[in-house]
């Protein structure tokens, strides 16, 4: 068990709508991850963070906001959802030991309407 | 940025058979980890393989660093081995850039 959790687990939404996933994670990692998954695509970095109020943008950022006000709790929100977002997210977690080993949550599907 | 091919894309085995996946990766890495997705979305982390080998029960990775590939064998599979894996490698962000993954159904 890697002690991360999402929620929440299902969500449907209409567009326009401000949507906001939480990741919490309680084994102190350093490193936090948001990743989305769509078929054909992989899994794809939207926002990370490597500490307590530092993140930074992954290759598919646009629509997105991140925040990190404590170690344990990573912040995705999605301002104003749009029907593209629809898809499977991923938070995970690296600690700086352990060879940075990646751990994920267990996701979060959204469906924008 | 780092590129990573995964093959086969799709891989179908009788129960008991063994098989190698294969990740290719474009430049040179400090962090390859191979992950299984199993068929009700949950990722789990299967190795932590830079370079070098390792085993853990009937899978093991190998990684040759200077060659710019990584091998995960599987062994004596089983229908709970069905479900796709993904090679992951460290981006210049220092986050993990994902293949498109191998997609295995093992048939009991």
């Known amino acids: 068990d890697a002690g991360i959790t999402q929620s929440p687990r299902h969500k449907v939404t209409e567009t326009g709508t401000p949507v906001t996933l939480r990741c919490h994670q309680t084994e102190n990692h350093r490193y936090m991850y948001w990743y989305r998954q769509d078929p054909g695509h992989g899994l794809r970095l939207i926002h990370y963070?490597?500490?307590?109020?530092?993140?930074d943008k992954g290759e598919v950022s646009d629509g997105y906001s991140v925040s990190r006000s404590k170690t344990e709790d990573f912040l995705l929100t999605l301002e104003s959802a749009t029907s593209s977002q629809t898809s499977v997210y991923f938070c995970?977690?690296?600690?700086?030991?352990?060879?940075?080993?990646?751990?994920f949550g267990e996701g979060s599907w959204l469906t924008v309407v | 940025g780092i590129q990573v091919e995964q093959s086969p894309p799709d891989l179908i085995l009788q129960e008991g058979a063994n098989s190698t996946l294969r990740c290719n990766f474009s430049d040179s890495v400090n962090n390859l980890q191979w992950f299984h997705q199993n068929p009700w979305g949950q990722l789990i982390n299967l190795f932590y393989?830079?370079?070098g080998t390792k085993q853990n029960g009937r899978l093991s990775a190998t990684t040759v660093a200077t060659e710019r590939y990584s091998l995960l064998y599987i062994s004596s599979s089983q229908t709970t081995d069905s479900g796709v894996y993904f090679c992951a490698v460290e981006g210049s962000q220092g986050n993990l850039i994902f293949g498109k993954g191998t997609k295995l159904s093992v048939k009991p």
């Open positions: 995970a977690a690296a600690g700086v030991g352990s060879g940075n080993t990646i751990y």
């Open positions: 393989i830079p370079s």
């Open positions: 963070s490597y500490g307590v109020k530092d993140t």
